[in-house]
């Protein structure tokens, strides 16, 4: 979605703070900022996922179309367009992207990274 757009609907912008930790299923519009914690079974937004140094995302299946992480990702990690992982970023689990970054000190501990090729043939 174009930056335009976003920042047009920032207002409609999801935050779970720092100090906050939710329990559930989330099915979001728009992007969706993490920097408490937040576990469940599903975390779906239709936008971008961003995970602060201090957040921590616990779920079985997340679906965004852009994720940007620096704090901890754990589960099944979907992304339409890609995922950008930022210094001290941990990421654990299954990473389905056709575009990923890694920055200099994020760690894949224990992951399975399928990209465009693999995941159009999976389909």
Do not use: W
Not at 3 to 11: C, Y
Not at 76 to 84: R, T
Not at 89 to 100: E, H, I, N, S, Y
């Amino acid at each position: 979605m174009a930056k335009k757009a976003r920042e047009k609907d920032a207002h409609n912008n999801t935050l779970i703070g720092a100090g906050t930790v939710l329990d559930g299923t989330l099915d979001i519009e728009y992007d969706v900022r993490v920097d408490g914690t937040l576990r469940g079974e599903r975390l779906a937004t239709r936008q971008a996922l961003t995970v602060g140094s201090e957040g921590e995302v616990l779920a079985a299946s997340i679906e965004v179309a852009e994720a940007f992480i620096a704090g901890q990702v754990n589960g099944s990690l979907k992304a339409s367009e890609q995922v950008y992982l930022k210094a001290g970023a941990c990421f654990k689990g299954v990473l389905r992207t056709p575009k990923l970054v890694i920055e200099e000190g994020a760690s894949l501990v224990e992951a399975e990274v399928v990209g465009q090729q693999e995941q159009q043939e999976a389909e």
